[in-house]
């Protein structure tokens, strides 16, 4: 009887194993093709907001789902395509940045997808922050 219930233990277990792995197997899997991961806003000026769009196509063959991007620090705001991404269109996640401090300035946000290649990707932002002059990168 206790190796019954081992067995069907083990069985369960594997079954959800399996079941996790066979869109992938099949080819069936959504994929993340980022335009760039990084944006370079060279000079900016203090408490001026700049933004930048990062883009994504979906090459795979099911719908790709951005689930959550989290920003670095509250400096950084974001806002990202909500709705599936069907095959061969793009999303995007757009990131606007408020510099409250001089300086040079790196942030980063993670995005969370079920893409099969890269289901979490840190995206960067960075620059930096003069007190006056014009806005550059934008």
């Given at each position: 009887?206790?190796?019954l219930?081992?067995?069907?233990?083990?069985?369960?277990?594997?079954?959800?194993?399996?079941?996790?792995?066979?869109?992938?197997?099949?080819?069936?899997?959504?994929?993340?093709?980022?335009?760039?991961?990084?944006?370079d806003?060279?000079?900016?000026?203090?408490?001026?907001?700049?933004?930048?769009?990062?883009?994504?196509?979906?090459?795979?063959k099911?719908?790709?789902?951005?689930?959550a991007?989290?920003?670095?620090?509250g400096?950084?705001?974001?806002?990202?395509?909500?709705?599936?991404?069907?095959?061969?269109?793009?999303?995007?996640?757009?990131?606007?940045f408020?510099?409250a401090?001089?300086?040079?300035?790196s942030?980063?946000?993670?995005?969370?997808?079920?893409?099969?290649?890269?289901?979490?990707?840190?995206?960067?932002?960075?620059?930096n922050?003069?007190?006056?002059?014009?806005?550059?990168?934008?």
């Amino acid at each position: 009887m206790k190796k019954l219930v081992v067995l069907f233990a083990f069985l369960f277990v594997a079954s959800f194993a399996f079941a996790q792995t066979q869109p992938a197997a099949s080819g069936k899997t959504p994929i993340s093709k980022w335009s760039k991961t990084t944006h370079d806003f060279g000079n900016i000026v203090q408490n001026v907001p700049v933004t930048t769009t990062f883009t994504v196509k979906n090459t795979g063959k099911s719908p790709l789902i951005i689930s959550a991007v989290n920003p670095s620090c509250g400096c950084t705001t974001p806002a990202y395509t909500k709705e599936p991404i069907m095959p061969g269109k793009t999303g995007e996640v757009k990131a606007q940045f408020n510099a409250a401090a001089a300086g040079a300035f790196s942030k980063t946000l993670s995005v969370t997808t079920n893409s099969s290649n890269e289901p979490n990707l840190t995206l960067t932002i960075k620059g930096n922050v003069g007190t006056g002059g014009t806005v550059v990168g934008q």
